[in-house]
C-alpha cells in the first residue's frame, strides 16, 4: 500500500509547497457495497491517499459512485457498459476499462465543481450543488434517563 500511496502522491503536479493553492483532486468515495477480500484493502488504502492529501493541504472532494453515475447518465445506478458507452457520447473519449472511463467522468465533475463546465445539465447540476454543500455534522444524542 505504502507503494501505491507514492504512487498516487507522485502523480500530483508541481511542487508539494504549490499544492495547496494549486490542485484539487476528485476521488470516488468508497463502495460501501463492494464484498469480499479486495474491500478491505481498499478502504486502507482510500484511508492512506486521504490523510496524504490532508497533510500536504491538497484540496479534494469525495464523490459517491451513485454521484458519479448520476453525473454521467441521470440516474445513480447503471452498468458498467453504460459507463463506458456514455463517457464516450458525452465526452468523446474511447476507454476500453471502465476504471479508465470512471476516472474521465470524475475529472469532469471535478471542471464542473471548479466552475469550468458551464454546459452542466439540470441532473448535472443537482449532483454539484450536492457536493458543493459543506458536510454534515451529527447532533449528539442525549441520553434518555431511566426510570
Not at 463502495?31 to 481498499?42: C, E, K
Not at 488504502?45 to 500536504?56: C, N, S
Request: aromatic fraction near 8%; glycine fraction near 8%.
Amino acid at each position: 500500500m505504502e507503494h501505491i500511496l507514492e504512487e498516487v502522491i507522485g502523480l500530483l503536479p508541481g511542487a508539494p509547497t504549490l499544492w495547496p493553492t494549486t490542485v484539487f483532486v476528485v476521488i470516488e468515495g468508497l463502495a460501501f457495497s463492494a464484498r469480499g477480500d479486495v474491500m478491505l484493502q481498499l478502504a486502507g488504502l482510500g484511508y492512506l491517499v486521504r490523510r496524504a492529501f490532508w497533510q500536504a493541504n491538497v484540496a479534494f472532494k469525495d464523490v459517491t459512485p451513485n454521484q458519479a453515475k448520476k453525473f454521467l447518465t441521470g440516474k445513480g445506478n447503471c452498468d458498467k457498459n453504460l459507463v463506458l458507452l456514455k463517457v464516450f457520447q458525452k465526452y468523446g473519449v474511447e476507454c476500453e476499462d471502465d476504471n479508465v472511463a470512471d476516472a474521465v467522468n470524475l475529472n469532469m465533475i471535478g471542471r464542473a465543481l471548479l466552475g469550468w463546465t458551464p454546459w452542466c445539465n439540470e441532473v448535472q447540476r443537482a449532483v454539484i450543488a450536492d457536493l458543493s454543500k459543506p458536510p454534515k455534522v451529527k447532533g449528539t444524542r442525549k441520553k434518555s434517563k431511566a426510570a
